[in-house]
């Protein structure tokens, strides 16, 4: 690699890679010691061509979510099954993954904005800006900015744009699959608002199970799909349509946090 070559966004490669590498080692631990990252479908990942894919998924902390995301997309591609034991992945890290972010929260500070060299691809929400609601348009240099990522790489998205679940989707995205045309592959994460705080930096809780399932494309007709059929299969894809809501009793609750407590092998690792 030459010492000074750039991505598409001006980011010297040889400083993502040092950053990934060294934020992967920081980081591991919150999922693999503090608390236990329980992952499915990774297989599906090795199966992915290198660019135009775009990974969907519900959102529940602002760092976390993408962190863990880096490690598994990175572990599965050195040939780990559902796992991300031996960080020794992490060190010849898959430099085309980009991750779409809320501006203002990567200029927040200089830790987000040494998190956004590693991939992100910062935009201005329409809809909410500095803890206020808002309504502007869409910027265009926002949408081609997507599409060169997608161009380029691997990108992660998050279509409600915010880490309150059950929120609508978001439209933009399924006007970017009708105009890029990606694969998409969605994820749905669970476990990380009960181990963090909302910005996923401070562990909140440990010895909580979170979890990762990793779907199969999600089929769509690029040609004839509406913006809102789009809209509705991302909901059931990242199971954050209504009908995913449900009231269960005490003991049903109390029922399924011992089922997840058996699977809580923190100290097999």
Do not use: C
């Amino acid at each position: 690699m030459p010492l000074f070559k750039e991505n598409p966004f001006g980011h010297v490669l040889w400083i993502k890679k040092m950053l990934i590498r060294i934020l992967g080692v920081v980081s591991h631990g919150r999922y693999r010691k503090f608390n236990n990252l329980h992952i499915e479908g990774s297989e599906i990942l090795r199966e992915l061509p290198d660019n135009n894919v775009l990974f969907i998924s519900n959102h529940q902390t602002y760092f976390a979510d993408v962190a863990a995301m880096f490690h598994v997309f990175n572990a599965a591609l050195k040939g780990r099954d559902d796992s991300i034991k031996n960080i020794g992945y992490i060190w010849n890290p898959k430099l085309n993954i980009y991750y779409v972010a809320a501006g203002e929260t990567m200029r927040s500070g200089i830790l987000p904005k040494i998190f956004a060299y590693t991939g992100s691809i910062s935009i201005d929400r329409t809809w909410r800006s500095a803890g206020e609601n808002v309504n502007r348009q869409v910027k265009m240099s926002d949408i081609s900015n997507i599409g060169k990522a997608l161009d380029d790489g691997w990108v992660i998205t998050f279509p409600q744009g915010t880490t309150t679940p059950f929120k609508p989707i978001r439209r933009g995205t399924a006007h970017i699959i009708k105009t890029y045309k990606p694969t998409v592959i969605p994820i749905v994460i669970d476990g990380f608002r009960r181990s963090f705080d909302k910005k996923g930096l401070m562990i909140k809780k440990r010895n909580v199970l979170q979890s990762m399932v990793i779907k199969e494309p999600l089929e769509i007709d690029y040609d004839k799909d509406e913006i809102s059929d789009i809209v509705t299969k991302i909901e059931y894809a990242i199971e954050q349509h209504p009908s995913f809501l449900k009231v269960v009793s005490p003991e049903e609750y109390a029922k399924q946090e011992e089922e997840l407590n058996k699977k809580r092998e923190f100290w097999n690792l």
